[in-house]
């Protein structure tokens, strides 16, 4: 069992729908939660950074952490075709040392 | 103005060979990490350099070998190519103080081994 997983997809929404998209992880040590957005053929760049339980909101994105059940969200309100692309989560507990999940492959629908 | 950039971005070679790739940010980070992600785009970090010391060394084989010759460049360095070596190798860079620090990726080499 890989430490945080992710269901890899294809999930697939028509334009402005709500998406959500999640993490489950294994480690309870984990404090520190990111998500990352990886067009194709490019590196991931950051999106979110959480620490420790809770929400946090940045425009149409929004993180949730609830760290009771392991579970790590990514909500995206109206969401345009250029959100289209694979969204990984990342943990860590300490250091710079980040677990990735296998990420989850977004496809929004003009 | 690049932040994090890779070179090559496309490596196509013969098992057997020995290449090299090179990363530099101009971010002013003094950590930098090499990533590989596979096939299933698994991100599994390989090594971490904090100021030109090796401070993160996964399992990997080692002929490959990781080298900074100062914080803005990170190099990876692979003997004897296998097939199995067939990937994407992303680098990374942060600050390492102040708690967990996001990390900031370049856009990768794609490894291909005939």
């Known amino acids: 069992q890989k430490e945080v997983e992710q269901d890899p997809g294809p999930l697939s929404v028509p334009e402005g729908a709500i998406v959500s998209l999640n993490c489950t992880y294994s480690?309870?040590?984990?404090?520190?939660f990111m998500w990352y957005r990886q067009y194709s053929r490019k590196g991931p760049e950051l999106l979110m950074y959480?620490?420790?339980?809770g929400n946090k909101e940045d425009g149409r994105f929004t993180a949730q952490v609830d760290k009771s059940s392991k579970y790590i969200s990514l909500f995206i309100r109206d969401s345009q075709p250029s959100d289209s692309a694979t969204y990984l989560c990342a943990t860590s507990n300490a250091g710079n040392m980040l677990t990735f999940g296998g990420g989850t492959r977004l496809m929004v629908k003009p | 103005d690049t932040a994090v950039s890779q070179t090559p971005k496309y490596l196509v070679t013969q098992m057997g060979n020995d290449k090299s790739i090179k990363c530099e940010q101009n971010?002013?980070?003094?950590?930098m990490y090499w990533y590989k992600q596979d096939s299933k785009k698994f991100l599994k970090i390989m090594f971490s350099y904090n100021n030109k010391e090796l401070i993160i060394n996964e399992t990997v084989p080692n002929r490959f070998s990781p080298k900074s010759p100062d914080k803005a460049h990170l190099n990876l360095h692979i003997n004897s190519l296998e097939l199995g070596d067939s990937a994407v190798y992303f680098c990374?860079?942060?600050?390492?103080?102040?708690?967990?620090?996001?990390?900031?990726f370049g856009d990768g080499t794609r490894l291909s081994i005939l």
């Open positions: 990374a860079s942060s600050h390492s103080s102040g708690g967990v620090q996001p990390q900031h």
């Open positions: 959480t620490y420790s339980s």
């Open positions: 971010l002013g980070h003094d950590t």
């Open positions: 480690n309870s040590a984990f404090q520190y």
